[in-house]
């Protein structure tokens, strides 16, 4: 078990939200997990930005909010993982998780357990470079952008998940099954997320 939760502003709103309410949404999340923290977002320059670490969010967010160089920009990405399949010390199995190829870069927070994805990997000829499951989200749909990824992940891996994606061109996508994932609008042209629903009313203010 795992929690995500994130943010999406539309292109030309100002909304953005401070990092000490980022940081409350972590640590609201780490009642889902506390072997890592990770926070990614699309910086102005189409760039995306990951921080992370095998912290839980209470210690993790102090150097989070304080640390200068790391953006908030339009559209953030939260995690708090409770670590089953790979090692948190080891950065590339934390969240967000990342892949990029000639085609894209993606990144993933992902909420669930992924079937095997031996398959899946020699379709889309790509190397795995983490143990975590979640990496396979990441690299099929930088492979193949979101509509094919989500089909092949549908057809050759399967799982449960409740994820969001963030594309290096400011697309975003976020899918669910069975796995909490609930949705609200704190300001016009803003959406956020959180596995939480709670902490999308208390902190952002949000209409769920």
Request: with cysteine; charged share 20%.
């Amino acid at each position: 078990m795992c929690g995500i939760g994130g943010y999406f502003v539309s292109p030309g709103v100002d909304w953005r939200p401070s990092k000490e309410s980022l940081g409350a949404m972590l640590v609201s999340l780490m009642t889902r997990g506390r072997d890592a923290t990770g926070f990614a977002t699309l910086t102005d320059e189409n760039n995306i930005c990951i921080y992370k670490g095998p912290l839980p969010a209470d210690d993790f967010k102090e150097a989070f909010i304080k640390d200068d160089t790391v953006p908030v920009g339009r559209i953030g990405l939260l995690h708090a993982r409770s670590a089953t399949i790979g090692d948190p010390n080891y950065p590339e199995n934390n969240h967000p998780v990342y892949y990029e190829t000639g085609n894209d870069y993606v990144a993933v927070v992902h909420n669930g357990t992924m079937g095997p994805g031996v398959k899946a990997w020699e379709q889309i000829k790509l190397q795995p470079k983490a143990q975590v499951d979640s990496e396979i989200i990441a690299a099929s749909l930088a492979a193949l952008g979101p509509i094919e990824g989500l089909r092949l992940l549908e057809k050759e891996v399967g799982g449960t998940a409740a994820f969001a994606a963030l594309f290096q061109n400011g697309d975003l996508l976020l899918a669910k099954d069975t796995n909490p994932l609930f949705m609200g609008v704190p300001s016009p042209g803003v959406l956020v997320w959180s596995s939480i629903k709670e902490a999308l009313i208390q902190i952002w203010g949000a209409e769920v």
